[in-house]
């Protein structure tokens, strides 16, 4: 099993010291859509924002349970968490007690169906009978602000 998840974690891991370049025609863009030349010595990571056309396909996705959700937010931002990066409430990361770090799961609400993507980026949630514990941005995201918890299902993305 330990094999499995080496080699899942290699396949997953992925650089998000500085945010995301791509190529645009004869030029070069930040996905964060600010000029590249303000980005120069840069130790932000790109914000990844929810997609108000719904949720891309996917090469594949792997069912990985359910259960309870619950969000941090404003009290540990600052922090660094377990993959040594700032916590940002506004990211949507969240932290899981298994999956290795950056990994990315999709989770669905149970109640509206509703799903985010997040990078696992944290050790926890600690307390409880939790699975998963979203950042703010994520909660917000699939509509867990307002209970602070909700039934969720997870599923693994993988290329």
Request: hydrophobic letters at 40%; proline letters at 6%; a positive charge.
């Amino acid at each position: 099993m330990s094999a499995i998840s080496v080699a899942l974690a290699a396949v997953l891991y992925q650089d998000r010291s500085t945010p995301d370049i791509v190529k645009l025609g004869k030029g070069v863009a930040s996905v964060d859509a600010r000029p590249v030349g303000d980005l120069a010595g840069s130790d932000l990571e790109p914000r990844v924002l929810a997609d108000p056309i719904g949720p891309k396909p996917t090469p594949s996705e792997r069912a990985i349970g359910s259960g309870d959700a619950s969000f941090y937010g404003n009290e540990l931002a600052g922090n660094r968490t377990a993959s040594g990066e700032i916590f940002d409430p506004e990211r949507l990361t969240a932290a899981h007690r298994t999956l290795p770090l950056g990994s990315r799961v999709r989770v669905t609400n149970s109640r509206n169906s509703e799903s985010v993507v997040v990078r696992i980026n944290d050790r926890g949630p600690f307390h409880g009978n939790r699975v998963i514990d979203l950042s703010t941005a994520a909660a917000r995201t699939i509509g867990l602000i307002r209970s602070g918890t909700g039934r969720v299902s997870l599923a693994l993305l993988v290329n």
